[in-house]
């Protein structure tokens, strides 16, 4: 295992998380996103891996950090801190993942896939509170814009099945919308 943040009592926590993970991993792909989901939930103090440095959110757009990238590539840890108004485009994604928010609430917009207009509609909308979990398979399964709809600062941790070097670039599969 290899952590990223390294310091005080927040490198225990983010170790134990990882082998979760890693033992997720291990499962059949078809329920990998549940499962580490599960691996999400059994960790109650998921916001303590977020040193307070990186807590201050970016006014030009939700802040990502990475926390732990798995040394063998299948999986990266990241933090998203959000304030108020900010929110994702609408999007799918090249690989799996699941997300856990830690603290504040978040909103999730989720749509279908329209394959006969070539679009993503508006299905529901779910209001996420600290503790709560969501999670899906690659593709057009799971197409959804997150964002804070509160009045302070939010913070979610992500599991995506990536390596840590493409996050940015590999991650969000953005989808029209209508």
């Not at 977020?50 to 939700?62: D, I, K, L, M, S």
């Not at 090249?94 to 207009?117: F, I, M, S």
């Not at 509160?150 to 070097?165: K, M, R, T």
Request: proline residues 6%; aromatic residues 6%; contains cysteine.
């Amino acid at each position: 295992m290899q952590c990223i943040k390294e310091s005080g009592r927040a490198a225990p926590m983010l170790a134990a998380l990882a082998g979760d993970i890693e033992q997720a991993c291990r499962g059949a792909p078809a329920d990998l996103p549940a499962a580490v989901e599960r691996a999400l939930c059994r960790h109650a103090a998921l916001a303590s891996l977020v040193p307070p440095a990186q807590r201050a959110g970016n006014p030009a757009g939700y802040a990502r950090h990475l926390l732990y990238a798995d040394p063998l590539g299948r999986f990266s840890v990241v933090a998203l801190v959000w304030l108020p108004g900010q929110r994702t485009p609408v999007h799918a994604h090249y690989t799996w993942c699941a997300y856990r928010v830690a603290e504040g609430a978040l909103r999730e917009d989720r749509y279908r896939w329209n394959p006969q207009r070539g679009e993503a509609e508006l299905a529901e909308t779910v209001g996420r509170t600290a503790g709560q979990t969501g999670c899906g398979h690659a593709g057009y399964e799971q197409i959804h814009r997150l964002g804070n709809a509160g009045q302070g600062p939010a913070l979610s941790i992500h599991v995506y099945g990536i390596d840590a070097e493409r996050v940015a670039t590999h991650v969000n599969r953005l989808a029209a919308a209508a």
